[in-house]
């Protein structure tokens, strides 16, 4: 099965993205796979399987290899006699901006490439915290009660002590911070207000129990992944994070009861339903007196969610014979020669 991986990006989370697409490049290696990186610059670059390693993009030695350029239907690699095309499906790695937030997306709906990611109206409301309040309210989904910030607005907090301050439209625990004095405060929200021009603010929720589950549409219905339950301290930090980014290997289901399972499927059904058709998603759930609350919703999750699946391979597959078609108008200029025709021209 062909498959580029396209990953990097103009974005905060570039470095997490290169190590996803290191860590999927191991789970696929029975795929023919062809690797895209782009750079901050938005150039796209074909790097072989053998330079699928951190100190190529670290030294910049990536920059000698060979630039594709867009055509429709295809990333394209020109060479001095004639010219590759790269014709296959493109799985969307690229974190935070850029594949997150709806560039990359739309980018190759108007260059009619198939891919594995969200789509431009999915991105839009996952990628900023802020969004995904709206839109969960909207669907009956419960989230954390929240306010929002701006960094022009007046820094007066309602919420009580201890709380949670987050960039929106950040991920990988980029910019949070955990509040537990008003002295930490200021320096906290100018952390946060380096990374996003939003925040938001939550509730600190001494011991609360949280569940991730991923999942994908294909053949009618929504197959779910087995439920994580990640062992964390304070609260899952970058580093941690950054380290699960290349996580490879089987995790452990949580030992929790068949009806809280159900629930936190039914709520991850109601998300994706409608919305996420043709990407791996993946949700985080908090448990508060035995409510499901939608935490975060992580549209491109560290490397595909790969470790929650028993068969990686399979749902790659699946989700490749499954994806959305766009539908794109036919132009005749009908409406335009039945003007000329009454004109006489």
Not at 186 to 199: G, M, Q
């Amino acid at each position: 099965m062909k498959l580029a991986i396209l990953f990097g990006g103009a974005s905060y989370e570039h470095e997490i993205s290169i190590v996803s697409a290191i860590t999927v490049k191991e789970k696929l290696n029975n795929f023919d796979l062809e690797f895209i990186f782009c750079d901050q610059d938005h150039r796209f670059y074909r790097i072989d399987d053998k330079d699928m390693v951190a100190k190529i993009f670290a030294s910049g030695r990536h920059k000698k290899m060979p630039q594709l350029v867009l055509e429709i239907g295809a990333f394209v690699h020109k060479k001095m006699f004639g010219s590759e095309r790269l014709d296959m499906p493109v799985l969307n790695l690229i974190h935070g901006a850029d594949g997150e937030d709806g560039t990359i997306a739309s980018l190759l709906d108007f260059y009619s490439i198939d891919y594995i990611g969200p789509r431009p109206a999915a991105s839009v409301f996952s990628y900023d915290k802020m969004h995904t309040k709206w839109f969960a309210n909207a669907i009956g989904v419960k989230t954390v009660a929240y306010e929002s910030m701006n960094v022009n607005d007046p820094r007066v907090i309602s919420t009580q002590l201890p709380f949670i301050i987050k960039p929106a439209r950040l991920g990988s625990s980029i910019g949070v911070s955990v509040i537990e004095e008003e002295s930490q405060i200021e320096y906290a929200l100018d952390v946060a207000f380096e990374f996003d021009e939003n925040i938001i603010i939550e509730p600190f929720i001494e011991g609360v129990k949280e569940y991730n589950l991923a999942g994908y549409s294909a053949n009618g219905g929504i197959h779910f992944s087995i439920v994580e339950e990640p062992q964390k301290n304070e609260f899952l930090d970058f580093d941690k994070k950054y380290l699960d980014f290349s996580r490879s290997s089987a995790v452990s289901e949580a030992q929790i009861d068949s009806e809280l399972v159900l629930e936190l499927e039914k709520t991850f059904a109601k998300v994706y339903a409608n919305m996420f058709e043709g990407a791996l998603i993946r949700c985080d759930f908090f448990v508060v007196d035995g409510e499901v609350l939608l935490n975060e919703i992580n549209p491109i999750p560290g490397s595909m969610a790969n470790y929650l699946f028993a068969d990686f391979k399979h749902v790659i597959n699946v989700l490749l014979a499954n994806l959305p078609q766009k539908r794109r108008p036919q132009v005749n200029y009908q409406y335009i020669h039945s003007i000329n025709q009454a004109k006489g021209k």
